[in-house]
């Protein structure tokens, strides 16, 4: 499924942050601290973009809003539900002027974030279910990140939808407000994932990607950038505008068919790669 793009439409810039600290080893690009987000987002709203949620954004791009120009916004985005989104996250959101999506992994509320191994406690634990309903009165939009943070891709069909349809309603009781948005954890997906998202009442879905969305791309797929904490504003500035390289996007999204066969034989032999 592709997105209806208004007139004029060419690219969307979508960020996609994790933690707001600061990490050490491996998963250190995952934990931007709050002083480089703040320096970030006063960098894109200098160079004149405007920062929105990604149900925001692709409400205005539907519109056809005059304002939706892609060149001049961008939609930010935040992976998993961690505190320090609540502590750090919102108030440098709020003295930007920026609005955000925060996808939340509904069964591990209040825990930290095991699939990250011995390195969880870098990033802190993550938001209770009464700190969630915080972020969600301060104005960010809350979405779906499934019920446990494994890849949906290798799951059976029965409990890929069950999960889904779990963290879809449970979020929505909680929230008292529309699950609109899905961000597949780790970015794995395939037909069956995206038409499960779709028929539980999502309308629309992020993986990874490493690119701008385009009106080409599925509206089940929306394509994100990843700003790191060695990233300046300046940089981040650049990589919005240029998109970043394109060779390594194309390689992976032609690896992804083998390495989900991959994660299935290691799965049945009670192994869950990501």
């Known amino acids: ?27 250190r690009d995952l934990a931007v601290p709050a002083a480089r987000l703040a320096e970030h987002l006063a960098a894109l709203t200098g160079a004149g973009y405007r920062l929105v949620g990604l149900a925001a954004a692709l409400d205005l791009l ?4 005059p ?6 916004m961008v939609a930010v985005t935040f992976d998993d539900g961690y505190r320090n989104f609540l502590t750090a996250g919102v108030p440098a959101l709020a003295e930007a002027g920026a609005g955000a999506t925060l996808y939340a992994s509904a069964g591990h509320l209040g825990e930290h974030a095991g699939w990250l191994g011995r390195w ?21 939009e809350v979405a779906n990140h499934g019920w446990r943070h494994h890849p949906l891709d290798v ?14 309603d449970e979020l929505e009781q909680r929230l008292q407000t529309p699950m609109r948005g899905f961000a ?3 970015g794995y997906h395939d037909r069956h994932v995206r038409d499960a998202v779709r028929q539980t009442g999502h ?3 992020t993986e990874v990607g490493r690119r701008r969305h385009t009106p080409a791309d599925r509206r089940f797929a929306v394509p994100r950038l990843q700003p790191t904490p060695d990233m300046t504003g300046a940089d981040l500035v650049a990589l919005v505008a240029g998109g970043g390289p394109a060779l390594v996007p194309r390689v992976k999204r032609l690896a992804q068919p083998g390495w989900r066969v991959v994660r299935r034989i290691a799965r049945r032999a009670g192994k869950n790669l990501t």
């Open 1 to 27: 499924m592709t997105v209806t793009a208004p007139r004029g439409w060419q690219t969307l810039p979508v960020l996609m942050y994790h933690s707001v600290s600061a990490a050490g080893g491996p998963l």
């Open 62 to 65: 539907d519109a056809g809003s």
């Open 67 to 72: 304002q939706a120009g892609a060149e001049r």
């Open 120 to 140: 969880a406690p870098d990033f802190g634990r993550l938001l209770t279910w009464e700190e969630l309903v915080e972020v969600g009165a301060a104005g960010i």
């Open 155 to 168: 799951l059976p069909h029965a409990q890929l939808r069950a999960e889904i349809r779990r963290s879809r």
């Open 184 to 186: 597949y954890p780790h």
């Open 203 to 205: 309308d629309h879905a």
